[in-house]
């Protein structure tokens, strides 16, 4: 057994070296803990941007709440989301390609919803159940003509300057009641609620016809709901022109036009009627809804007066009575049946090849 003199003994001196610098360390920290405290005391905007600059430093996934919406849309509809290029940014379409052995056409759907995720079950069961019967769909979610509040974002050392400033008008001048705060949007919502919502379609619109374009889908169809009707055809009217030779197809973007009457609070006036229905060879399918109260009654007398004064060779208005709630996977809807049956006698073609045409255009 050894004894208990053979075990190394612990120097003094490095023991008071340790516990020397240990102290030494600890005054250190204290001293550096005191110092900031101190900074922090005498100037707290400093603390403050310090530690928005790196909150700020670590970028937003998505630039905005609506971009973020529709990027979990598109991720989780990865065979029928498509992302077109505008001049002022991408946006989201919905495209449903044929389920049947032959292609007829396309049906265009341009309705005034803030996203994709809130149209009507209507519209969703047309887009969803047309391509069964040969055609496909292209959906876009136009610019609601009342613009959604953007909610403010202020970053936070943009806050802390504006209540500073706040703080000095608010001493120099009296506070008023009406006064609302000025709200900061993201870069791509500012850009595009300063852009006119006539132009941002007309964009839309384009990026879709070249879509289809370099699809070599010609054969169009375009549904429209009566808050997107004005401006679309604004749009797609000018490239309109008349075919003597055969009046029964049509020299322009689109074969026939379907007006969907859903919102009861944005009726079409005589004079944006009259735009519409300024191509006298353009069919047009109008559709109305129940309720069919008086102002509904008096907006389908008024649709079918200026259609008549126009001259249109083909105008049918149509009012469908209450049906049962129209699901997605209801694929013999009665709307489905009838926006079937009309651009089956008014548009439906047999494509051109590209070798084999000498100019854009179907043969009806």
Known sequence: MPSAHHQRPISFANYLLSLLLGLTLLAADGHTQETENTAAQSDPQQS???????????????????????????????????????????????HRITEAKSTLGVLLLLHAAEDPQHWPPALENVRANLPRYGWET?????????????????????SSQSDESSDEKNTNEPSSPDAAPAASASSSSSSSSSVPREQLIAAYIDAALNYLKEKNQFNVVVLTDNSSAYPSLQKLLPMINDNPKDPKTIDGPLQALIIINLQQQ????????ESIFDSKQLPVMDIFFTPDDAAQQTARNLHRAVAMRKKLDDYQQLQINNQ??????????????????????????????????KTPGTIN
């Open 48 to 94: 403050e941007s310090q530690a928005s600059s790196s909150v700020s430093s670590e970028a937003p996934p998505y630039e905005s709440r609506a971009m973020r919406d529709r990027t979990l849309i598109a991720n989780a509809l990865q065979d029928e989301s498509l992302w077109l290029d505008t001049e002022y940014g991408k946006i989201l379409a919905m």
């Open 138 to 158: 292209l959906a876009l979610a136009v610019p609601p003509k009342i613009a959604p509040p953007i909610p403010a974002r202020p970053s936070s050392s943009s």
């Open 266 to 273: 944005e009726l079409l006036n005589r004079e944006e009627l």
């Open 324 to 357: 049962p709630t129209i699901t997605e996977t209801d694929f013999q809807s009665f709307l489905l049946g009838r926006v079937r049956g009309f651009m089956q006698k008014k548009a439906s073609g047999i494509e051109l090849k590209k070798e084999d045409e």
